[in-house]
Every structure is written in C-alpha cells, then in structure tokens.
C-alpha cells in the first residue's frame, strides 16, 4: 500500500512550477521526497486513524482542496482556492488539461459592470494592448450586478424556438453569479488572461448590454504567457491546416482578432485554459491526469461529510504506436500510475467534470430518443472516450445529491440534438486539423457545407430515405441575447415586459426547424427495445460538389477512411458501403429508389414531398455519402447547488464539503465560458474556506 501523501507549497516547488515543458513529471516518490509533505505529522491522520475511520480506507494522497476534471470550472477553482491558501490537487481522466475551454472560441460574456465593460465604455486601453477603438456604445456597456440579475431571470423572454429559457434560471444561484461575474473578469485577467474588445453577449447572457469579449494572445516569435504572446507554431497553422496541442480549438486554430479591434492578436479558448493552467501550475496547483473519479468517499453513505474520492488509471494511448499521451506542460503533474488511489480531501471536493450527454443512461432522462448511439457528444476526439460520461453527477447522486433544471436542455440549439452542417467526421464539434492529439482519433476535420450547401444534397435516414426539407436543416436557433432583435425578440425590447411573450410575438418569432426530430424518428430500421433511428448520410454528387467547392481530400476526409465517408460510381454500391461507419446497421435500402424520385422531382422543378426550394439532379458520377451526424455540444441540468456553489441534498440540505459548477450542475441555461468560470471562481472562494475535516 502507498504512503500518505500531502499536497503542500514550499519554495522548491514554487521554483520547479515556473519551469514549462522540459520539467519531469513529479511521481509519487518524487513527489514525496521533493518536500510537498512538509509537516505531515501536524496536518495528516496517520495510517491506522483514517482506516478505523473511514471503513478501512487507506488513503494515498491528501489535499485541502479535491478538483475533479480540469477545464473551465476545474481551472478557476484551482487559482482561486491556492490564492486563498489551500493546497489544491485536480484530477483529470484526459491526458492533458483544459477540457471543452481549450477546445472553445474564448467569447466570454459575463458583466454587471466588469472591468472589460468599463475598458471599453471609457475607450481606454489601460494594458497597452494596441487596442483600436471601442466597437459598443457607451451606453450600451453601462452595466451593474443588479441589472444583470435582472436579465438574467426576466421572465419575459421568448427565444424563436417559444422557449422563454431565461425564466428557469435558478434565482439565488443567479443572483450570486451576477454579483461575482466582475471579480472573475478581474480574476482572469490578474491571471494572464487578454480580451480583445466586447463585440456582443454570448448565448444566456441576457438581452440589455453587451458583455461578451474574446480571450486572446499576441502573435511574437515564441510563446510567453507572462507576457501574452503565442508562437506560430503553438498558435497553428490556417493557411498549412495544421492545428497544435498548444491550442486544439475548434474548426480554425487562432481566429485573428483585426476585427474585434486588436491587430496582431489571435482569439481563442487556448487564451483562457493556458494561462490559467500556466498560473496554477506556477502557484503550486497539483495535476494528476489520466485518472478518472469513481467514487465520492462521505463519511456515511447518505449523511455526514465528504471527505475523498475514488480515482483508477485512465491512460490515453496513440492509436497507431500504443504510447501514452503526454499533457503540454508536466511540471506539477503527478505520475501517478496505480490501477485505483484513494484520495482525501481535508477541506472539500469541487465537481468539475462536466455534463452527461456521453452517457445514454443519463442523457435520456432528458429525452429518451437520444438512446441512438451514433450521437456525437461535444470534442470527444479532444476530451476522450469518458467525455461528458456525467461521472461527477452520478457519484453526487449516489451519496444523496439532488438534480436541478433537467428540463433545460429542451430545444436548446447547443444542448439538445441538432443536425450538423460539417460532414463526413466523427468530430464535428471540434473539427480540428492534424497537429493536435485529438485529430488522432478524429481521423478527418470533416467540410463544412453551411446551410446553403444542403440546396446541393439530400439527407437520408438508415434504409436511405428522405425525412425533411434539407434547407431548414440548421434553423434551431435559441439565441436570444442582445442586441435586442436577435433571435426574433422585439427590437423595442422593455426588460420584464408582457409584449415580449404574448402569443403574437412567439408566433411571429417562432422559426424552429424539425429536422432534427423527422431525423431521430422511428423509421424501417428501426429494431426494439430502443427503436433507435440510426446514422444520417448526406447524399450527392460529383456535380454538387463541385456547384458547392467543397474541399473533399485529407485533411478533411479521412485517408484511409474510416467509415464516415463513402464514394462509388454507382448509387447500388454507395448503399453498401456506408456499412462501414461504426452504428449503420444495414444498407441504404431505399437509396435508388429515393434518388429517382428526387430526380423526377427535380426535372419538374418542385419537390412534392417536402416543399425544398431549389433542386438539383443527382446523377453525375461518383456519388458521395458522407455521414451528417446528429449531434449535441452542452449539458444543461446536473447536481443543484446554491449560490455558495455547494451541492445540496434531496432535502435542500448542504453536503458539506462538496462543491460542483459549470455542466456538472443543474440551475441555469447561459451556453459556455460565462457560466462556468463564475462557478469556477465562487466554489473555489467557498471551497477554501472551509473548516479543516
């Protein structure tokens, strides 16, 4: 059995943090050695105390502060509970650190007066950036806690899918999070973290101000965080299609930021997840990666404190060599190889792990057609198979955690199934080129037809046949923010006021298409119990292809292929083939027989069937199938918390010792970084602050 470790700063820790990739990874004996146990004897139970305590429970490590899962909340929560004095310890099931935030576009939309809004309201550029000027109104960057409390539970709200979404916001956890939304701008930016200037408000983030600004870096000749640079080579390559495993972000690696007022620079969730990983690891935040979280340890099963966790080995490996994968940076890392550690928290344990649309179980409780298991799950590629598992929301529910805003995930055009547009990838979320890890195991970047590029292709089902109007394929928008007018909302916009839901306006605004249900219907193939609906195929032609320039060679299919795409000469062998994507259960069937009819349709210029627009013929030669996945990035409803971000019980009763924020929790729809790196900030500010177990 391993002895106890303690997760303690010293000075020579703090020396080896500032070191970046040439560091070794800290393994347990290392780590042992190496002074992080400093007065072990005052801080630690001994071996024998915590077995008779905690039902024979031999813990291996120890920490003040327990993370589990290292993006957006993971990372915020780590700096903020180190800064207050904690050590902290994040566990991570990934090989490297960073989550979906490393993946994202960096557009932060948080406000109530933060220093980003007032920057810009002033038209200062305080850091020097080389800022150009404000792209906002002054008086549309005017902001308070108050008046971003309000937003942010106006009851008025309707978005074109007749969700009023911002009417379910969990009251007191908004309130906590409208008054911390300015310290955490503050926050990230004390910690190496730029924004371009505010250009809008991110999705949920309320309809009356702009809040929302692009994290970024200055291109120079090598990577500084300290100083906010990134190289070219750590930035990507557009022109080259080359990602990087510095910045695995989606579709397009390092977005110049010219037009957000920032010539030079380059946006994206790399410009948040790096520095902030760079600060923790230089503060003394502590990672052990390729390690998933099992099980929480309570004191009793259904009462008492929470006290550790159960963590096994998670190792990534390359698909083609075997070797493990290795996280950018490793100073800091733990190289902890054991099958299965138990690891104690002396002051609390912070669910960070995310959502639970990797998890058919779980994601059916929101809706049972979501049992099809060709539904992608947001960067899977990136993140790994246990992406979005909702691990940490189970564990919570096993030791008596209550769920919260299950229902929010309804009609959500990030949180429930949309048909993607990016064609021929089992990676359609993330969408990277090679470079980075994850193009590994994505195999393509997949083409990007658009909405436009359906008026060139057909959308069949699994036996082949026709379900919608493929031109309404990507009309699922749920965005309503400001500026007011988006999403259909009246321009006239009046905070809380009745005209903004009356059945008039809803009617006039509703645009929602249904493609994605005629999608997920049952249809021939389907088989009991599940009556799953099976992969979609895009379906075209030589001719199609090239009306629409579409790039169809690697990196954008996969060579050799891999299931995702198909191409032949003849429709008849096109059916066949597809029975080389991993969840097609049988050929096209009906493919032949739907394409004559659509030619006929299309000779006579009108579609009977469907009523799309515009037609073309699909008879050049070779013909194309390449999957249209059916897909999902967010998770909304998890573990309820309050606005201290602790998990509360069946009861509405704390757990003590147990935080969680971000997708592992329930209470609020606002999409992405917003969201997540308040909880971030609030639970690690609560979690540090906790008494000593």
Known sequence: ??????????????????????????????????????????????TSAMAQENGGIRWNYEADVIILGSGCVGLHAAVRARDLGASVLVIEQNFDVGGKLVHSGGWTSLGGGDPIQ???????????????????????????????????????????????????NDRELHRAWADNAPKTRQFMMDNYVRFA????????????????????????????????????????????????????????????????GAPGWVWGGFSIARPMEFSAREKGVRFMLNRHMDELVRERPFSGRVIGVKARYTPRTHPETGARLESFWQNGNIDERAETVYIRARKAVIIATGGMQGSIPMRMMMDPRMCEPSIEYGPSALIGPMNMDGSGISAGMKIGACLAGMMMNYQHSS????????????????????????????????????????????????????????????????????????????????PL??????????NAQNRRSAAVDAALAINEGSRAPDFA???????????????????????????????????????????KKVMGHPYQKMPLKHLEKTVARYNEMAGRGKDEDF????????????????????????????????GKAQVLDTQGQVIPGLYSGGEASGGGAQHGIGRATVHGYIAGTNAAQEPMA
């Open 497 to 506: 006021d009745w005209r903004n839901a009356s059945p008039q306006q809803v």
């Open 415 to 494: 949180g429930s199934p949309t048909l993607s547009s990016v064609l021929g990838t089992r990676d359609t979320v993330g969408s990277t080129f090679p470079g980075t890890p994850a193009f590994l195991f994505a195999r393509a970047k997949g083409f990007n037809i658009g909405n436009a590029g359906w008026e060139h292709a057909i959308a069949v089902n699994q036996v082949g046949q026709r379900f919608y109007n493929e031109r309404t394929i990507n009309n699922n928008s749920s965005d309503a923010k400001y500026p007011p007018g988006s999403d259909g909302t009246r321009k006239e916009f009046v």
């Open 118 to 168: 007032e920057r810009d309201r002033i038209g200062t550029d305080p850091q020097g950036l080389g800022l150009k000027a404000s792209l906002i109104k002054p008086e549309e960057l005017e902001d308070d806690p108050d008046r971003l409390f309000r937003d942010m539970t106006d009851w008025s709200v309707v978005d074109a899918t007749g969700v009023a979404r911002y009417r379910y």
């Open 197 to 260: 200037r505010i250009d809008g408000t991110h999705q949920g983030g309320g309809m009356t101000r702009a809040r929302a600004a692009r994290a970024m870096m200055k291109l120079a000749d090598k990577t500084d965080i300290k100083a906010g640079t990134v190289s070219p080579q750590d930035r990507g390559d557009p022109q080259g299609e080359r990602h990087s495993h510095f910045a695995p972000m989606r579709q397009v690696p390092g977005v110049s930021a010219e037009s957000l």
């Open 533 to 575: 609906s099976g992969p979609v195929w895009a379906i075209f032609d030589a001719a199609a292809a090239a009306r629409g320039g579409w790039t169809i060679r690697y990196p954008y299919i996969a060579d050799p292929p891999d299931g995702y795409f198909h191409k032949a000469d003849t429709l008849a062998e096109l059916a």
């Open 611 to 642: 009523d799309k627009p515009v037609l073309h013929r699909i008879e050049t030669p070779p013909f194309y199938a390449a999957a249209a996945t059916i897909r999902v990035n967010d998770s909304y409803g998890g573990l309820r918390i309050n």
């Open 1 to 46: 059995m391993a002895k106890k470790r303690d997760i303690k700063r010293d000075k020579r820790q703090d020396q080896q943090n500032s070191k970046r990739r040439d560091d070794k990874a800290l393994n347990r004996r290392d780590f042992f050695r190496g002074g992080a146990a400093a007065g072990v004897g005052a801080a630690v139970l001994s």
